[in-house]
């Protein structure tokens, strides 16, 4: 590249560069918003080209809605983006330049809403994006990627660049470019080419425009009125779009949903109702379904958990890689494929094996993944005994009740467990040297008032888990002691981890702990406790009603009104926020 193209890159950045990248969420309203300025989106206020026949689902209260928001892409679903628009090959080439995300709610993707972009990191971001946009246009890949070819190579052809930069625009904006936006980057594309005499490289030029904007990073939520509520507003239909493909396939919509958000088929009940059903028969389910339980489950911690090797040299990289994936195979599996009830992921049986995880599940198998059903006599039972949950909830080199606790409260049932006081003594536990097993360690905890309350909810359960040593494998004692599993869950004693997996499985807050992640996943955003009560209960009346399938769950949310409807105001009240709150609205995190 000469002199005169980096003179170039240097006087275009201000106009490729938006600095105002952390968006306040309230701050979005349905017309006229600061933000929707900035981003040029228009159309706010149009009416749309088809509108809905029909209120809500029968028996849904009418007045369900969700927020306006603005949230950064994972860097999962940035990856797909670039498979979806580019292809594999380039996703795989450059690595996600997406900010770290704080948990919010339980979520990632919840926080993902609250995200704020630094200088540094938008430097980042330009610098993927220029890798991508090079590589989109070298020898290799210009003859597929882009549909139509320039006069000459070395001069402009806006006609060429206007082509593919709307095309593509389409895809990574998840809908059409302005006229004056797709103007604007092939005039970058032509001076870029005049300057540089190589059409390639200005197109490259304005693609990188197009990569680093706010429209292709963010998933930007933007309203029409609501014909049905006289006075209120709706997604416009490429948002609705954009909600659905990235809460049913965390990625962007296809050319086949984009097309029907384009004919305004989204907005009516028949349309939606097809585009929902293809979405959720699509092979893609299973990536949708995937990210959200990696998600639920805290599985990003994987990314840097370890465990000592002098204590446990079984446990490898590959045999924490082979944990997640385990899991995740076992969920996919029994919610799409068997379609069986949600509650049995913790009684189940089955599940699959590899040869990393066969040395600390002391059972035999063979090559590859391999399903694979424990006896019935085995204390192998639900997700609770599964590696991925026992060696992340424990310590480098030893098992962790109240770690193990605190994952099933927090995760599954959405309770809150408070961090412990900052001058807390932690002492005492280091210096119980005759105990003999975390149990007799763990007897502080119940003398102590400041700790008591807090472990209550924790250790009891953490303890019927001990049978499974730091990196889930199963023994009869420690230190030469026997262990007492036994234990209560809210009020069910049991005996032993059957008794643990029946008491999570009939729990009341299980299913409504799903279903406010989900529908948190699925918006966007944490729930409110002033607005989603009564819609989360309706929710759950019908996954109950429709016997706990994950399918039917995933398509009410879809096809509700709450999913699509926007209100205005938002509370900063969090369902769960007050202890008072009913078992079927769980404590949010």
Same mark, same amino acid.
């Given at each position: ?28 309203? +349905? ?39 603005? =949230?950064?892409?994972t ?15 380039? @996703? ?15 979520l990632?993707?919840?926080?993902a809403?609250?995200v704020?972009?630094?200088?540094? %990191?938008?430097?980042?971001i ?23 070819? #320039? ?7 806006? +006609? ?12 990574? !904006?998840?809908?059409?470019?302005e006229?004056?936006?797709?103007v604007?980057l092939a ?41 049905d ?9 490429y948002?609705?779009?954009s ?29 939606l ?22 998600d ?15 204590? !446990? ?8 890689a ?19 009830? !949600? ?48 060696? +992340? ?19 599954f ?8 006081? #900052? ?51 199963? =023994? ?5 002691a ?20 029946? +008491? ?16 948190? !996943? ?41 999913f ?6 938002? @509370?900063?009240?969090i ?11 769980p404590?949010? %995190?």
């Amino acid at each position: 590249m000469d002199g005169s193209t980096l003179l170039y890159r240097n006087a275009e950045a201000p106009k490729l560069f938006i600095t105002a990248f952390k968006f306040n969420n309230s701050a979005i309203s +349905a017309c006229g918003s600061a933000l929707v300025a900035a981003l040029l989106l228009t159309g706010c206020g149009q009416e749309p080209a088809q509108i809905s026949e029909t209120g809500p689902e029968p028996g849904e209260p009418g007045d369900s809605a969700s927020v306006l928001r603005a =949230r950064l892409l994972t860097g999962e679903q940035y990856a797909n983006t670039i498979t979806h628009v580019f292809g594999a090959d380039i @996703s795989d080439s450059v690595f996600p330049p997406i900010p770290p995300m704080d948990r919010t709610d339980g979520l990632l993707a919840s926080g993902a809403a609250f995200v704020g972009v630094t200088s540094d %990191q938008i430097s980042q971001i330009q610098l993927a994006a220029a890798s991508i946009a090079a590589k989109v246009v070298d020898e290799e890949h210009r003859d597929f990627l882009i549909p139509c070819q #320039p006069e000459s190579t070395t001069e402009a052809d806006l +006609a060429c660049a206007g082509l593919f930069l709307g095309e593509t625009g389409r895809l990574l !904006y998840r809908r059409p470019l302005e006229e004056s936006r797709l103007v604007e980057l092939a005039e970058i594309a032509g001076h870029a080419a005049d300057q540089t005499e190589d059409f390639y490289e200005g197109l490259a030029l304005a693609l990188e425009a197009v990569l680093i904007s706010p429209e292709a990073i963010f998933i930007v939520d933007r309203s029409e009125p609501d014909p049905d509520r006289p006075g209120q507003q709706r997604l416009d239909s490429y948002s609705l779009a954009s909600r659905l493909s990235f809460f049913l396939w965390n990625g962007p919509p296809d050319d086949r949903l984009l097309r029907a958000a384009e004919n305004g088929e989204l907005q009516t009940p028949e349309g939606l109702t097809h585009a929902v059903d293809r979405l959720l028969s699509s092979p893609r389910l299973e990536a949708g379904m995937r990210a959200f339980f990696d998600d639920l489950l805290v599985f990003d911690e994987f990314n840097s958990l370890a465990k000592d090797p002098l204590v !446990y040299p079984m446990v490898t990289g590959a045999t924490l890689a082979d944990a997640r994936e385990q899991t995740l195979r076992t969920i996919i599996d029994h919610l799409l494929t068997q379609e069986a009830d !949600y509650r049995d992921l913790f009684t189940t049986r089955k599940t699959f094996m590899s040869m990393p995880l066969a040395v600390v599940y002391g059972t035999p198998t063979s090559d590859g993944w391999v399903p694979h059903e424990f006896e019935e006599d085995s204390p192998r039972i639900g997700l609770l005994t599964h590696v991925s949950f026992l060696a +992340a909830n424990s310590h480098a080199v030893r098992s962790s009740p109240t770690l193990r606790g605190r994952a099933l409260r927090e995760r599954f049932l959405c309770q809150k467990v408070p961090e412990p006081p #900052p001058d807390v003594d932690f002492s005492a536990l280091e210096e119980a040297e005759d105990a003999t097993t975390a149990r007799e360690r763990l007897e502080v905890h119940r003398t102590n008032p400041t700790c008591a309350g807090c472990h209550y909810l924790m250790d009891p359960m953490g303890l019927s888990l001990e049978n499974f040593d730091g990196a889930g494998r199963f =023994r009869e004692t420690e230190n030469g002691a026997e262990l007492d599993i036994s234990g209560e869950l809210d009020g069910i004693p049991y005996d032993d981890i059957n008794g643990l997996a029946m +008491a999570m499985r009939n729990h009341p807050r299980l299913s409504s702990c799903l279903i406010n992640r989900l529908y948190a !996943y699925g918006t966007g955003g944490p729930v409110s406790l002033r607005f989603d009560r009564e819609i989360l209960g309706w929710f759950e009346d019908r996954f109950v009603a429709k016997e706990y399938k994950m399918r039917a769950l995933l398509r009410d949310l879809a096809l509700s009104q709450a999913f699509s409807a926007v209100r205005s105001d938002e @509370s900063p009240a969090i369902i769960g926020a007050g202890s008072g709150a009913p078992a079927r609205n769980p404590e949010s %995190q």
